[in-house]
């Protein structure tokens, strides 16, 4: 069965603190990776696409790493900010007939306090 | 202003009654899809589609029921049949092809709660 599992669950920190997000995944053949945020009552936004080629990707604080042969993604957030506060998802899909399907992990949710 | 949305974004259901979630999106997006979330769990896959008029049943696909009449629209209906329907429904969709890699952007979702 594929699953994705994010530790910690939970992570709160003092505003300008630099953090890690971890996501593990249990099947190396994947296609992509996606980082998404979610505010609370709301849709999920995407922040960062990993290719199954590619080993990271950057946005602005914003960096996602992806080592396939451990099965471990981590998102790292520089300089936190009051507004990063949210929960982080993250998803794979894997390769094969099946690379439209997201499995989600449960999520970190986030608070950085000021 | 390109994007997806959903509608309505609070619904109340009594038991036994079908409602019908909207999602539109003006992407140009080929595929699109609904999840399920609830607190606790991660998001599960009900149905997705990749064509107009083609669909294909997710993890979660009893009690439910789509359509892809046309490329901008992809409602569910949530039927009497599902059993434990209260959750947040979100809508999802991506271009396929070649070197897109299925990036999947999202709606602001549904809440639909039953009474």
């Known amino acids: 069965k594929q699953e994705v599992t994010q530790i910690p669950a939970a992570l709160s920190v003092p505003e300008g603190e630099n953090l890690v997000l971890n996501c593990s995944f249990t099947?190396?053949?994947?296609?992509?990776l996606q980082w998404f945020r979610q505010d609370p009552g709301k849709g999920l936004t995407s922040l960062l696409l990993?290719?199954?080629?590619?080993r990271e990707q950057t946005s602005g604080r914003l960096n996602a790493s992806l080592d396939k042969s451990s099965g471990r993604s981590t998102l790292y957030i520089a300089a936190s900010q009051p507004g990063d506060s949210a929960t982080y998802l993250c998803?794979?899909?894997?390769?094969?007939?099946?690379?439209?399907?997201?499995?989600f992990g449960k999520g970190t949710l986030l608070t950085v306090n000021p | 202003d390109g994007g997806i949305t959903q509608s309505p974004k609070y619904l109340f259901r009594k038991e036994g009654q079908n409602v019908t979630l909207s999602c539109e999106q003006n992407l140009n997006h080929d595929a699109m899809y609904w999840y399920r979330q609830d607190p606790g769990q991660g998001l599960r896959l009900i149905y997705y589609?990749?064509?107009?008029?083609?669909?294909q049943k997710g993890d979660i696909a009893e009690g439910y029921s789509v359509s892809r009449e046309k490329k901008e629209s992809f409602p569910l209906t949530v039927t009497s049949a599902q059993k434990n329907p209260t959750a947040f429904y979100l809508c999802?969709?991506?271009?396929?092809?070649?070197?897109?890699?299925?990036?999947?952007?999202f709606g602001p979702g549904t809440r639909l709660t039953v009474l």
């Open positions: 990993i290719q199954s080629s590619q």
């Open positions: 998803a794979v899909s894997y390769s094969g007939g099946s690379n439209y399907k997201l499995t």
């Open positions: 589609s990749q064509i107009v008029n083609d669909f």
């Open positions: 099947d190396s053949a994947i296609y992509n």
């Open positions: 999802a969709s991506s271009i396929e092809g070649r070197g897109t890699y299925n990036e999947q952007f």
